[in-house]
């Protein structure tokens, strides 16, 4: 397993700014950000394939936040701006091998924001947002 690493996090207020960092012990196929809210289910943030680039968000923080990785890979970022206090959140760093499905006769490997999909967590950073 990788080891993961989370900081960044903070108070801030409402419409203000964060940057989390996750710093990888090695690679993953897929990273991504879940968060987790007292009494509420986890919830998947964004997601990235690392070899790629490629992103995806969750309706609830589109065009707000932005996953995003440092050239040497080892390093994952999640940039989050306009924040509003239903952001407040334990925030983690998460990596996976990724899902295996069929399309069209073709294996591929699909990274997805489902919690189940990935096998590395980090330790979680505080997001508090006050109004």
């Known amino acids: 397993q990788v080891q993961l690493v989370e900081s960044g996090g903070g108070s801030v207020q409402a419409g203000g700014s964060l940057r989390l960092a996750c710093t990888a012990s090695?690679?993953?196929?897929?990273m991504a950000w879940f968060r987790q809210a007292p009494g509420k289910e986890r919830e998947g943030v964004a997601r990235?394939?690392?070899?790629?680039?490629?992103?995806y968000y969750a309706d609830s923080v589109k065009d707000r936040f932005t996953i995003y990785q440092a050239n040497s890979k080892n390093t994952l970022y999640l940039q989050m701006n306009t924040l509003r206090p239903e952001d407040t959140a334990e925030y983690y760093c998460?990596?996976?091998?990724?899902?295996?499905?069929?399309?069209?006769?073709?294996?591929?490997?699909?990274?997805?924001?489902?919690?189940?999909?990935?096998?590395?967590w980090g330790q979680g950073t505080q997001v508090t947002v006050s109004s």
């Open positions: 990235i394939y690392t070899a790629s680039g490629g992103t």
């Open positions: 090695g690679n993953s196929y897929c």
């Open positions: 998460a990596g996976g091998g990724g899902v295996s499905f069929s399309f069209g006769g073709v294996r591929h490997t699909g990274c997805r924001l489902n919690g189940d999909d990935y096998d590395s």
